[in-house]
DNA sequence: CATGAATGAGTGTTCATTCAT
DNA sequence: CATGAATGAACACTCATTCAT
């Protein structure tokens, strides 16, 4: 039921190798790095196995990519970086209310990312990033601003148009990150071990994750702004 | 200004060898396997570094912990384990409302883990239990469970005595652990390294969640039930 | 005087290593294996030993062998179990009395293996055995039941044709055994220390031996069939 | 119904500890090294277990015995060397034909030492006296010598006696020996994990061998002297 | 272009032996 | 005397990266 099929791992490509034109190189290796940069982290990650589940030679993959750091910058850039143009768009022409904006924007990053292989990404950030700061910095530029602009974006609409109470835009933004990065840490993490035990339903989770956000926990709320 | 500074692992702790006390040895090796963990993660750390950090050889090392897990476990267990004991009892005493108490809740979770270098552990286990499930099963055991009690307790104290919503528990709890696992991941990783460019201030966010959590974003909320 | 040269260690291969004809890496490592195997044992050589004295570095012979385990078995794969198809068909042509035979059988095992370095894996093999059963168990199929199987076939020969008494194929087959698993045993141990003081020399034992197996120790044996 | 119980070590003394007399220690650590060693052999037994086995700290198995290498020798002493007093007085007085006499010789070195676990230490020796040759020139002064000497006392007195044919004290001696090496190694090493397929029972073996000894495999023996 | 072949620098873990108390 | 405590030197196995062909 899970995303992440460590098995998925033992049936390689084979995109009929003979047969490919020759330019699909760099993309199946930009492929399997995604499946084995998801299924192990970065550093557990082993360039062989990426080459294997290409379907080249680790040497090859050195021919197209400078180094283990460089595949995986290109990695993000095609899986994610990619997104936020259209984003951009679709929250450009958004009509409804803002509750409704918010809620399209965490239902449609559960259906782009969040339920994908693809949140294997933020998660690997976030659990590496630290050992490798250049990866850091790179995601941060390349995906968490842009990111973190279009949610400020709902909010500052929300309190422009009256919807939402005054609050500080920065950490307004972290609190709707919040459970984004929450999901995906859990989903790879312990939830991928213990979800036998107490399964926890994503789509549950943030449909009643967007209720608190809105109307938070209490029946009577003390209406005040924050900054 | 950041609690994680990688350099400190460069000054060992020289115990003035030759006069410590007896059973100093393995407490000394907890205190730098905490060190070196935090710094590195559990795969990245070096078993030599943990011994060299706490003034032993590797060899003695592991004649107090039969294997790095063992040692890492044990960790665990003396920094946080051990903190559920006293919560119980205060969540037990507690009075005054149930907001109060949510909001005490995240404080002294603040004060005693998350500005401190203990923060370390969840973030750890939260980026590498995948590769190690043992340690996953461990934690998830040791500290998610009765850590996920305690914050159950706080929201069913709230709907019993009216001052919150009728909410599912297990997503209600999630909902109040989002923001300390996204706290103590954003910390130690991107927020390690852009602290410069963006800083977060993490008692800030707390605070802002704490507020987003009771009351929500909107200003006129519909009050529904949430299962 | 020895076969079991320790010191020839010390001078390793240096096959001129850049102008080698491919393929050899290999065969280079197996014979290096050889050589340190029966120098050292099975747990006490050193991959590193074998590697450098194959002229390699110890991740290349990892490139070629999986584990040491698996080198030996390659070893024992390339220098005994070749022998057993000559053998059969040997045997399977051979005319002249049974008593011949079993001459011949001890004299070719003699020339083949036992004046050999090959002499090494079986002493190496009764050596360890217990401490690595997988090995046992291997050495067994590989080459004892195949080497039992062509004795019994010299001693039911016998039988058929009237030359020697009836007697159990089994235990007859380990009294052929016997010397030559004493003779290898011997050689790469006592004797390899104790040769200046009390020297044996193999052929002569084995003539004797042989001389005893057909016909005794008795002047006027008593002619029973055993079973 | 092996000799060879691993997990006899799995029950340690226990010589309730408190009651002991002093000088019972390196009797203790004896007998515990005489389980291990057998067990495992010399270079694998590890020094730790034998003190575990024996009740008492590594650091005083060190008191009385400087070295693993003369723990082992003192423990030849205690179990072997002492039994050819014995058997030399025995040897003086024995009455019979000399097919008698070794048929006793082999039949009491069975139930002595063939068939118990002592038997590990020729085992031992003729497996590691390659790595170890102090251990090789030790043993055989201490045990093979006296060893040799006895047998070849058996023969002499059958060819005094006209019972044996002429041969070669030496190589006749080796003839002998030869099966009770390979019972023990057999036993010791392939034989332990075989068993189940083609279980071989020594008491079975050693009956056939002595009657090929004397009698030798052949209907129509030829009579001749071997020299 | 694609790769077979090769490796240096690690890693966690083991164990006989020493020595101050 | 007895031991708790400590360790140096090994050792099997790994992996990102290089380079000649």
């Known amino acids: 039921m899970s995303i992440i099929t460590q098995n ?15 330019e ?13 940069f998801i299924a192990k982290g970065f550093a557990a990650a082993r360039v062989e196995d990426i080459a294997k589940h290409a379907g080249v030679s680790k040497a090859t993959l050195f021919v197209y990519f400078s180094a283990k750091e460089e595949l995986f910058k290109e990695v993000v850039r095609n899986n994610i ?16 209310t803002s509750c409704d904006m918010l809620h399209y924007c965490l239902n449609s990053w559960w ?52 919807e939402f109470r005054q609050l500080d835009l920065q950490y307004g933004t972290y609190t709707v990150l919040a459970p984004m990065i929450f999901l995906v840490m859990w989903q790879h993490s312990l939830g991928h071990c213990t979800n036998q035990l107490t399964p926890m339903m994503p789509q549950r989770f943030l449909d009643m994750q967007l209720d608190i956000l809105l109307y938070g926990f209490c029946t009577s709320p003390t209406l005040t702004s924050i900054s």
């Open 111 to 162: 259906q782009r990312i969040g339920s994908t292989k693809v949140s294997g990404i933020p998660k690997l950030i976030m659990s590496e990033a630290h050992n490798f700061p250049d990866l850091a910095v790179f995601y941060h530029q390349e995906v968490i601003q842009p990111g973190n602009a279009l949610i400020g974006r709902i909010l500052q609409r929300g309190m422009d148009r009256g």
């Open 24 to 36: 699909s190189r760099p993309h199946d290796i930009l492929a399997a790095a995604l499946d084995i």
């Open 8 to 22: 998925s791992l033992l049936t390689p490509h084979d995109p009929t190798k003979r047969v490919r034109r020759k």
């Open 81 to 96: 970086s990619t997104r936020f143009i259209e984003w951009g768009e679709e929250f450009e022409h958004f009509e409804g």
